[in-house]
């Protein structure tokens, strides 16, 4: 169930850019992070809450978001469309709590987008400047396995060379932006997915409708990346991830598939995201 959506305040310059975060008890993080969205250039915030118990909400109205506060916990993908209808701008971005903004570094994502007429992401950073895999390649059940026991899979964790836009599968749902006519195109995100394997998903489809997924090496967010189901056990996220799992491979079964027999199937998308040597050298 949504709350009434409060009206966009009145500006002297009409937004470019739209930023979607979805927050659950995220007072402290928003505080860290968003500290400095009064500094941004005419990019307008929505902040969806999903039913928190904090002061989250107050906090976000605090540093100059508006503020949807829904009334119950739908998930993440519904709260993120529940976002992007209240936007004003044309292009959108949707950036959780831990990923601190930056002008340009967004001006780089939406000419990228708008160019390439794709769904992209920055590099995210950890805060000592390395970098965090977020781009990816297929999401087989066996390269999450592999990736959550090892997490050295090169064809797997993805990253730009570069000033190049560097194809990925699917981009990781903290910070992904796009142009309302793509997003349309794919249909938003999927409120099947309440939360895990939504961004794995989102990646797939904007493929399935012609729209490449990009990763943007010249455009670096950083990113606390605290992880529900890191840092110990917690029943209810694992619970979460498995229903979510459960239904991604129920919709993508070739992906329980070997890797060659997925990159045979998807020729599209491997032929995009792992060319040739040769090919790449080339361009």
Same mark, same amino acid.
């Given at each position: 169930?949504? %709350?009434?959506?409060? #009206?966009?305040?009145?500006?002297?310059?009409?937004?470019?850019?739209?930023?979607?975060?979805?927050?659950?008890?995220?007072?402290?993080?928003?505080?860290?992070?968003?500290?400095?969205?009064?500094?941004?250039?005419?990019?307008?915030?929505?902040?969806?809450?999903?039913?928190?118990?904090?002061?989250?909400?107050?906090?976000?109205?605090? *540093?100059? %978001?508006?503020?949807?506060?829904?009334?119950?916990?739908?998930?993440?993908?519904?709260?993120?469309?529940?976002?992007?209808?209240?936007?004003?701008?044309?292009?959108?971005?949707?950036?959780?709590?831990?990923?601190? /903004?930056?002008?340009?570094?967004?001006?780089? =994502? %939406?000419?990228? $987008?708008?160019?390439?007429?794709?769904?992209?992401? /920055?590099?995210?950073?950890?805060?000592?400047?390395?970098?965090? /895999?977020?781009?990816?390649?297929?999401?087989?059940?066996?390269?999450?396995?592999?990736?959550?026991?090892?997490?050295?899979?090169?064809?797997?964790? =993805?990253?730009?060379?570069?000033?190049?836009?560097? !194809?990925?599968?699917? *981009?990781?749902? $903290?910070?992904?932006?796009?142009?309302?006519?793509?997003?349309?195109?794919?249909?938003?995100?999927?409120?099947?997915?309440?939360l895990y394997y939504e961004d794995s998903d989102l990646g797939m489809r904007s493929w399935s409708a012609d729209v490449p997924v990009l990763l943007i090496p010249t455009a670096q967010l950083l990113h606390g990346w605290a992880r529900e189901t890191a840092g110990g056990f917690?029943?209810?996220?694992?619970?979460?991830?498995?229903?979510?799992?459960?239904?991604?491979?129920?919709?993508?079964?070739? *992906?329980?598939?070997? $890797? !060659?027999?997925?990159?045979?199937?998807?020729?599209?998308?491997?032929? %995009?995201?792992? !060319? #040739?040597?040769?090919?790449?050298?080339?361009?």
């Open positions: 169930m949504t %709350a009434d959506i409060p #009206p966009r305040a009145a500006s002297s310059a009409a937004p470019w850019c739209s930023l979607v975060t979805v927050t659950y008890n995220s007072a402290r993080v928003l505080e860290r992070f968003w500290a400095a969205y009064a500094e941004l250039e005419a990019i307008e915030w929505i902040v969806v809450d999903n039913a928190s118990t904090d002061d989250t909400a107050d906090v976000a109205r605090a *540093l100059g %978001a508006r503020v949807i506060a829904l009334k119950d916990n739908n998930g993440f993908s519904y709260a993120n469309n529940v976002g992007y209808r209240a936007a004003s701008a044309d292009f959108i971005g949707f950036l959780n709590p831990d990923v601190r /903004p930056d002008t340009r570094a967004l001006q780089t =994502l %939406a000419k990228a $987008a708008q160019d390439h007429r794709a769904i992209v992401g /920055p590099q995210l950073l950890n805060a000592d400047g390395s970098l965090q /895999p977020n781009g990816r390649g297929f999401p087989t059940l066996a390269a999450k396995v592999r990736n959550r026991l090892r997490g050295d899979d090169q064809r797997y964790q =993805l990253f730009g060379e570069g000033d190049e836009a560097r !194809p990925v599968v699917w *981009l990781m749902g $903290a910070a992904v932006l796009g142009h309302r006519r793509e997003i349309d195109r794919i249909g938003g995100w999927d409120p099947y997915f309440f917690r029943l209810m996220p694992w619970r979460r991830e498995i229903a979510s799992m459960t239904k991604f491979y129920a919709r993508y079964p070739s *992906l329980l598939l070997s $890797a !060659p027999a997925v990159e045979r199937m998807h020729s599209t998308i491997t032929e %995009a995201v792992f !060319p #040739p040597l040769e090919t790449r050298n080339a361009g």
